[in-house]
């Protein structure tokens, strides 16, 4: 089918596209050095075992080259010198709603966060900047047991909970990102939900870069004891800035026996923000981790949510949606490693990618000669807009000795001259045309994030798909 | 009397001259027939009417009630009432009929005003209905592992839907079995009325005893040579399309 060569685009940001004054109590000021640590130790009040972990972390970090020849050369932009690493209001996370400044309430507005959504925040986990504005845990979650703090509380007042699973789903040294997350990290949960106990709301964290050269580091941890069941959803949006941003972020989740994990995100960057993560998961027996994971925006984000199926019959599940728009990179995927027998996992990703955009899957999955019965579906769909867009599959599927099934399919698409024309004579602008047919492509994952996201997302890639053709 | 005027009308397909002076008239609530062998031009017609892209109109005009359309987008065309039922509806994966048509009827409603969704499934269930088009039609994927007879009565159920002031329907028969055939054109009668042009493109006579048209005209390399009554159209499938070529003497002009 004939695929049209399109003009190069304007995307619309407008979405994103705004901030306000800065206003910030604590600063660490520009640069990495064991000062910038000690100072946000002190600042935040940390105990000294954390001081230690975060200055060992700071030396990995350093020891550690530029992950640029497997990934991506736009890496060598950043210089770790020019970013701010420390940055917070100081105000302590405000308990109601009445509270939170008057600005970021205008913030939400901006958002459009919808009205009915606006009860959900009554308990919600908002971040901006660096320190949690926003942390009021519902009464009826708080009655079950569960702890939902800031990752600072939760290593202060929780340390027999936090200091045990801290660090070893993902150690400092697993990458360079994630040793520079483990030196520097503020902000982000810490949840903590007791045996047996069903989390009925999903408990939710709104994170915000505000503030220019400014690095947001927060650091998740999650620990569903066995039997549980909680959903967490967090969403970004940034504002745009003139220069590159930095958010490098480490999520650890520990799903034990029999408990249930979905992690959901929906990130909307700005154009310049390098976006690092590391997210891992540890299933337990019978346990099951779900990731549903959107990245729409960003300069680069490099992301691979990961599994490891550590008891028999545990389960792990990766769904990714990646836009790519002009001029950026989504490099995402997943890993799934089995390390038990009877372990599932599947992995389904789909990106897009418009004008000179590129999006790249990256996965890993890896089953041992020892296991028995283990089970993988990895499936890829790829969706080009442009003639100049781009995208590329790199499956790593390791499966050693036998009574294992694995099964991979990938495709890549495009929507046709013939589509659009199509559409064009029912009455669609082209542009609708285009983002009714993106929208379409990812229509089947969209369903499974919750309600008030899925609408979010269709009206993000509506807006990214109205600007891409003209 | 509000109609489709083509005048004159010369189409290239790259260097190629497919269109070669055509001239034609639909008047609001006819129902004209083109007739031709295959390669004539046809399709070509109907998607030169409809707007489509790869063609380039290198002579001649399009007419819809006085105002010429060829400079219009395509989606500027069919929002003022260009129906075109294509021959190979395009499927378009994980968009379902319901939010398709919504976004169609949608597009066509003044700036600001929102489809009320009750009112409007209501509709596109009275429609599916005469259509005799099952509910749970709704919720496929536009064309998507439809059958040939399916993707046509989608077609038909659109054009209800969209209410156009003129509608081409491009082979709409090809592919059907006699029973289908009848359903869309059962579908097609019922949406025959004082406020429609219909302009059917068609290879074989069949169709026109189920949509029995007005007028005929036969379709030979590029421009028409021959119109008339219904009557044409049995000449036709008696006497064949060498017929009328053997009666039109070469070059001919308009």
């Known amino acids: 089918m004939p695929v049209e060569a399109k003009a190069q685009i304007e995307i619309d940001r407008t979405y994103g596209d705004f901030s306000y004054p800065e206003q910030h109590a604590y600063d660490a000021g520009v640069g990495l050095t064991p000062e910038t640590i000690e100072y946000i130790v002190d600042v935040k009040g940390e105990p000294q075992w954390i001081r230690e972990f975060r200055l060992k972390a700071l030396e990995t970090f350093q020891s550690k080259p530029m992950p640029t020849h497997w990934a991506s050369k736009d890496l060598n932009v950043l210089n770790f010198d020019d970013i701010r690493y420390y940055l917070a209001h100081g105000q302590r996370p405000t308990r109601s709603w009445d509270d939170v400044p008057a600005e970021m309430k205008e913030t939400f507005e901006r958002l459009g966060i919808p009205e009915q959504e606006r009860k959900f925040l009554a308990g919600v986990e908002a971040q901006f900047d660096s320190e949690a504005v926003y942390s009021n845990i519902k009464k009826a979650v708080g009655d079950q047991g569960v702890i939902f703090v800031g990752s600072t509380d939760g290593l202060i007042k929780h340390p027999e909970l936090f200091r045990k699973w801290f660090g070893k789903v993902i150690p400092t040294g697993d990458n360079k990102f994630s040793a520079l997350n483990s030196a520097v990290f503020s902000g982000g949960s810490f949840i903590y939900v007791p045996p047996g106990v069903k989390v009925k709301h999903p408990l939710q964290a709104y994170f915000r870069i505000n503030a220019e050269n400014f690095g947001q580091f927060e650091r998740t941890l999650i620990i569903a004891d066995e039997g549980s069941e909680v959903m967490y959803m967090e969403g970004c949006t940034a504002p745009k800035f003139e220069t590159a941003t930095l958010h490098s972020a480490v999520v650890e989740l520990v799903a034990m026996r029999g408990a249930k994990i979905q992690y959901v995100t929906v990130q909307n960057w700005s154009n310049n923000v390098f976006n690092l993560v590391t997210k891992r998961a540890i299933a337990h027996e019978e346990a099951e981790v779900k990731w549903i994971d959107c990245n729409i925006g960003s300069r680069l984000t490099m992301k691979y949510p990961g599994v490891v199926l550590k008891g028999r019959k545990a389960r792990g599940e990766v769904i990714s949606i990646a836009l790519a728009g002009d001029g950026q990179h989504q490099d995402t995927g997943a890993k799934m490693i089995h390390a038990a027998s009877e372990t599932t996992s599947n992995i389904v990703s789909k990106s897009i990618s418009v004008g000179t955009g590129r999006a790249t899957y990256r996965g890993m999955v890896h089953v041992p000669r020892h296991l028995k019965g283990c089970k993988n579906n990895t499936e890829c769909d790829a969706l080009l807009i442009n003639t100049t867009s781009r995208t590329d599959t790199y499956p790593a599927i390791t499966v050693r000795g036998t009574g294992n099934a694995v099964q991979h399919e990938a495709s890549v698409s495009q929507i046709s001259a013939e589509q659009i024309f199509y559409m064009q004579q029912r009455g669609l602008t082209e542009g609708q045309a285009m983002s009714l047919s993106v929208n379409g492509f990812v229509n089947d994952l969209v369903r499974q994030f919750p309600m008030e996201y899925s609408v979010e997302l269709k009206r993000l890639i509506d807006l990214e798909m109205e600007g891409s053709v003209g | 009397m509000k109609s489709l005027i083509v005048k004159d009308l010369h189409v290239n397909i790259g260097d190629r001259e497919i269109v070669k002076g055509l001239s034609l008239e639909v008047e609001r609530g006819k129902v004209h027939a083109i007739m031709g062998p295959n390669g004539s031009g046809k399709s070509t017609l109907a998607k030169v009417i409809a707007g489509h892209p790869d063609y380039a109109v290198t002579g001649g005009e399009v007419l819809m009630d006085g105002e010429n359309i060829l400079a ?25 009929i319901a939010n398709f048509l919504r976004a169609a009827v949608q597009a066509r409603m003044p700036e600001g005003e929102e489809l009320e969704a009750t009112e409007y499934y209501y509709r596109l269930y009275e429609k599916m209905d005469a259509l005799e088009i099952p509910r749970t039609f709704t919720s496929r994927s536009v064309n998507e592992g439809f059958s040939g007879g399916e993707k046509k009565r989608c077609e038909i159920l659109q054009m209800a839907m969209l209410a156009p002031a003129y509608a081409v329907l491009d082979e709409t028969d ?44 036969v379709m030979v390399n590029g421009k028409i040579v021959l119109s008339g009554g219904k009557e044409l159209a049995l000449e036709l499938e008696a006497r064949g399309y060498d017929w009328v070529t053997k009666d039109e003497p070469e070059p001919a002009t308009v």
């Open chain 2, 174 to 217: 090809s592919g059907l079995d006699i029973d289908a055939l009848k359903i869309v054109s059962n579908g097609v009668n019922t949406l025959r009325g004082p406020d429609v042009g219909i302009l059917l493109i068609t290879h074989y006579q069949r169709l026109l005893d189920y949509i029995v048209p007005d007028f005929v005209h």
């Open chain 2, 72 to 96: 219009m987008e395509p989606d500027e065309r069919a929002r003022k009432g260009v129906f075109l039922a294509f021959q190979y509806p395009m499927e378009i994966p994980g968009v379902t």
